[in-house]
């Protein structure tokens, strides 16, 4: 299983670059991959498909924004996001296993945070962002506390999801 380093570099390229070097590592070792988004709106699944040819190894993307959406696409447990909230460790985990399991990818990313302006709490204040990266038996969970604007959070969040797939490949490669 790739283990991801604790706390993830965060990349200095631009999400294009990382989304180019993405496709070419999913072209190499032939994986295909997917995303599960909610603070992000579909960003992730953006930057991936601006590469030409990206269709190749990314077919399907979920734009899971309301807990509704994460239970009935995903199959996030209502007891869970009861338990610990959308955005949480538990939560980005299971929409990993959701995502790669109804779209057949062998790698996904997840994302749930607090974007901002509003929405925050003294617990997961604006900023605070869940990412897992994995598949169905293993996945990689890490929080994150962005600043700046809720344009800043959501950039952010997409160039780190990139980051953390270009590194569990490369890992997973090792």
């Known amino acids: 299983m790739p283990r991801l380093p604790h706390a993830l ?15 070419r590592l999913c072209r190499e070792h032939r994986i295909e991959v997917t995303t599960a988004e909610s603070c992000t709106g579909g960003g992730i699944a953006a930057a991936i498909t601006e590469v030409a040819g990206s269709s190749a190894y990314f077919t399907t993307g979920y ?12 199959g996030v447990k209502p007891a869970l996001l009861d ?31 607090v974007a901002g302006p509003g929405g925050g709490s003294d617990a997961k204040p604006v900023g605070t962002v869940w990412l897992a990266w994995g598949n169905l ?3 990689q969970v890490e929080c994150f506390h962005f600043s700046g604007s809720r344009q800043a959070v959501r ?12 590194l569990w490949i490369e890992t997973m490669a090792e």
């Open 137 to 139: 038996s293993h996945q």
């Open 155 to 166: 950039e952010q969040a997409v160039h780190q999801a990139l980051a953390g797939l270009i």
């Open 9 to 23: 570099p965060m990349y200095e390229s631009e999400p294009g670059a990382l989304a180019e070097h993405l496709g």
């Open 83 to 113: 338990a610990h909230g959308a955005v949480s460790r538990d939560v980005v985990q299971a929409m990993v296993e959701g995502a790669c399991r109804d779209s057949g990818a062998q790698l996904a990313v997840a994302v749930s945070g």
């Open 63 to 74: 734009v899971t924004y309301a807990d509704t959406a994460k239970t009935r696409l995903l």
